[in-house]
């Protein structure tokens, strides 16, 4: 019981901090969090994610069936469940539409640009998943391919989705997305993305370790489709 009231606060620190950010406004967005294999807490549909209350926050298992709280789960809740079932690893998630990554995603460009040393250390890459209609089993299954080797995800037209070991790490990835958008998006206006090196990057990735970074890591993927293209130019 203690530990569904701790994580129900801290979903409720995670809206207000989204909120507060820009990252949703009015009724956008979702939260959920792991209770235990079987069960998650997620946010209840249409309510504003900077005005929530721990006693709002729904136990769900991962069929959608409500076993404790008042109301629907969130719209989005068959994307949360289906992360939970293929990443036993995940134990947050957060959807959101922090305004400049949701317009590189309106705008059909991914963050797959090999050029900031801490999102390649952490993140590596954040791919553009194809538009799914969101509320629907449709979206999950835009999002499926790229579960296993990326922790963030842009959804054409619609926002980001950031997987967590703790909804505080999921949370920092989502500002970790909107951040490197920014970036991107100041370097391409000056002019010029300039990426880093094969082998700068080949060293951030194997300086995962010292962090205590384990998995796969997307950026080992662009650097040798990046080495084919040269080998064939």
């Known amino acids: 019981m203690m530990k569904k009231v701790k994580l129900a606060e801290e979903m409720v620190e995670v809206g207000r901090r989204l909120y507060q950010s820009g990252f949703v406004a009015a009724n956008d967005g979702n939260i959920s969090v792991r209770v235990n294999e079987k069960h998650v807490l997620i946010t209840p549909s249409g309510v504003s994610k900077g005005f929530m ?4 926050m729904l136990l769900v298992n991962l069929e959608g069936e409500v076993i404790e709280g008042e109301g629907r789960p969130s719209t989005e809740s ?3 469940f289906d992360i939970y079932k293929h990443r036993p690893d995940v134990q947050a998630v957060v959807h959101a539409h922090p305004p400049t990554a949701t317009g590189f995603a309106v705008a059909g460009i991914p963050l797959d ?10 993140m590596g890459t954040i791919p553009l998943a194809p538009y799914g209609m969101p509320g629907t089993d449709e979206l999950p299954s835009t999002l499926r391919p790229y579960y296993q080797e990326h922790d963030a995800i842009l959804l054409s037209n619609h926002g980001a989705v950031t997987m967590g070991r703790t909804l505080t790490e999921a949370l920092f990835k989502m500002e970790s ?16 993305v300039r990426e880093l090196s094969d082998e700068q990057v080949d060293k951030l990735v194997d300086s995962r370790s010292f962090y205590g970074l384990k998995g796969a890591h997307p950026g080992k993927k662009i650097i040798e489709q990046r080495r084919k293209k040269g080998e064939q130019s």
């Open 53 to 56: 209350s721990a006693s709002s």
């Open 78 to 80: 068959a994307m949360h």
């Open 113 to 122: 640009q090999l050029a900031m040393p801490e999102l390649i250390v952490t």
């Open 177 to 192: 997305v909107e951040m490197c958008a920014k970036i991107l998006f100041t370097a391409r206006m000056l002019g010029r």
